[in-house]
């Protein structure tokens, strides 16, 4: 399983977005019109939105 990141927008540091998916299933994600956000960024602090295109994965080592 791989951890679904985003870049802050105010630091270009990736954060954890709070999911685990592989690529295949991020592919195929909906997001639809729900509005999906990281509270608290641990870079900046502030409450960001992302959308499909702002994820990408990290594999987490684990295999
Ligand atoms: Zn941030």
Redesign the pocket.
């Known amino acids: 399983m791989s951890q679904v990141f985003m870049d802050?927008?105010?630091?270009g540091k990736p954060?954890y977005v709070g999911l685990s998916m592989e690529w295949d299933q991020l592919e195929s994600l909906e997001m639809g019109s729900v509005d999906r956000e990281v509270s608290e960024?641990p870079?900046?602090g502030?409450t960001?939105r992302f959308g499909k295109k702002d994820l990408f994965l990290r594999a987490d080592g684990g295999g």
């Open positions: 802050c927008p105010d630091t954060v960024c870079h900046c502030k960001h």
